[in-house]
C-alpha cells in the first residue's frame, strides 16, 4: 500500500532531529518486510480476506486519529469521497487482497520482492499516461526487473526448458502458472501501482494522512464482506502468537510504518526513502528463513538480486542521470592550456620589483 505523499506545492518543514534517526528512517522498511512473515506464519490458522482486513481497518482508525491530533482537515466535497473510494478500492481492498491470497501460496520473502517490484509498474504507468521519461537508467532497471521477476515467478522448468525444448513442452501447463503465489503478488504489485497514480488525484481533494486513513477503512470493509461470504472459522484457531502476529502487521507494519513515511517524507527526506525500497524485501527473506526456514531455488535467487538491483536502478534514475551528467561535463570541459614560464601572459604587465642597491667606490 502505497502512502499518499505531501502536495508538490507544499515546502518541507523544518524538523528537529529524532533521536536514533537513521534507524527510524529505515523503521518504515524493516516493519514491512517483517510484518510479511508475521502474516505468513498466522495465515495457516486464519483466512486471507480476514487477516487483510485486520490489517487495513484497525491501522486505518489509529492513521485517523493521528491525524485528527495532528489537526488535519477532514475530506470534503463529493470529488474527494469519490477519488478516496476508487483509491481504497484499488490500493487496499484489491492489494491487500491479493496479497493475502498470495502469501497461502508463496513465501513471504519471495512475496515481498513481488511486491516491491511496483515501482517498476509505476515507470511503465507514468511513461504512457503521463509521458514521463525514465531514461536510460531506467530503461535498463525495468528490463533487469522484468528478468528478475521472469525468474521467480515462471516455473524453474519452464526457464530451463528454454534450453530443452522436450522439457519444455512436458512441462508447460498454465493452470500451474496462475495457480502461481508469486503471480498473485504480481497482480497486488499491479494493484499497488496503479493506486500510487490515483494519488495525484486523491491529494488535490484531500488531506493526505486523513485520505490514507479513510482509504484503509474504505478499502478494507469489502475485505471483511468477502470473509463472511465466501471464509469460515476466521479466527476460532488463532492462538496468542498468531493474535500478536497479527497485532504486529496491524500496528507496525501498517500505521507506525506510515506514520514514519509521513513524518520524514514531511520533512524532505522522501528521496532518501525512495532510495530505502529494496530494504524491504531483503528484510523479508531475511526473516523468512531464519522464522519460517523459507529457501530459494537457485534461479529464484539470481532473479531476487536482478530484481533487488532492477528497484534501486529505477528508484534512483534520475541521481544516477545526475551524477553521469555532470561526470561528463567534467570530461569534456577544456584543460587549461599550460603556460610558458619564460613568456609573459597576453594581456597582462607584470611587474617584478628589484631593489637595486647602490655600491660606493671609494
Request: proline share 6%.
Amino acid at each position: 500500500m502505497q502512502p499518499c505523499p505531501e502536495p508538490v506545492e507544499r515546502k518541507p518543514q523544518t524538523q528537529a532531529k529524532l533521536p536514533f534517526q537513521p534507524l527510524l528512517l529505515i523503521a518504515p522498511f524493516f516493519f514491512w518486510g517483517t510484518a510479511m512473515v508475521a502474516m505468513k506464519g498466522v495465515i495457516p490458522h486464519t483466512t486471507p480476506f480476514f487477516m487483510a482486513g485486520v490489517r487495513l481497518v484497525p491501522a486505518g482508525v489509529l492513521v485517523l486519529l493521528a491525524g485528527l491530533l495532528s489537526g488535519r482537515p477532514q475530506p470534503k466535497g463529493w470529488r474527494a469521497w469519490l477519488w478516496i473510494s476508487i483509491f481504497g478500492f484499488v490500493d487496499a481492498t484489491l492489494f491487500q487482497g491479493f496479497l493475502a491470497q498470495g502469501l497461502v501460496r508463496t513465501s513471504a520473502g519471495l512475496g515481498s520482492v513481488m511486491i516491491d517490484s511496483q515501482p517498476l509498474a509505476v515507470a511503465i504507468l507514468s511513461l504512457w499516461l503521463f509521458q514521463e521519461t525514465i531514461g536510460f537508467w531506467g530503461a535498463l532497471g525495468l528490463t533487469i526487473g522484468i528478468i528478475g521477476i521472469s525468474l521467480i515467478g515462471l516455473p524453474d522448468d519452464w526457464i530451463l526448458g528454454l534450453f530443452n525444448s522436450e522439457l519444455l513442452i512436458t512441462s508447460a501447463d498454465f493452470t500451474q502458472l496462475f495457480n502461481s503465489g508469486e503471480w498473485l503478488m504480481l497482480l497486488a504489485a499491479l494493484s499497488m501501482a496503479v493506486g500510487t497514480v490515483l494519488v495525484r488525484w486523491v491529494c488535490r481533494y484531500a488531506d493526505p494522512v486523513m485520505g490514507t486513513g479513510w482509504h484503509m477503512i474504505i478499502g478494507g470493509l469489502p475485505l471483511f464482506g468477502l470473509s463472511a461470504l465466501l471464509e469460515t472459522q476466521q479466527w476460532q484457531n488463532i492462538d496468542l502468537s498468531g493474535w500478536v502476529a497479527m497485532s504486529y502487521s496491524t500496528i507496525f507494519g501498517s500505521a507506525i510504518s506510515y506514520g514514519l513515511f509521513f513524518y520524514f517524507a514531511s520533512s524532505g527526506s522522501l528521496t532518501s526513502l525512495s532510495s530505502l525500497t529494496f530494504l524491504t524485501p531483503v528484510f523479508a527473506l531475511l526473516f523468512g528463513n531464519f522464522f519460517l526456514q523459507e529457501v530459494l531455488s537457485p534461479l529464484q535467487s539470481i532473479g531476487v538480486g536482478l530484481t533487488l538491483v532492477s528497484i534501486y536502478l529505477v528508484n534512483q534514475r534520475d541521481t544516477l542521470a545526475e551524477k553521469l551528467k555532470i561526470k561528463r561535463s567534467q570530461d569534456l570541459a577544456p584543460s587549461q592550456p599550460e603556460t610558458n614560464l619564460l613568456q609573459p601572459a597576453e594581456g597582462n604587465s607584470v611587474e617584478l620589483p628589484i631593489e637595486i642597491k647602490k655600491i660606493e667606490t671609494s
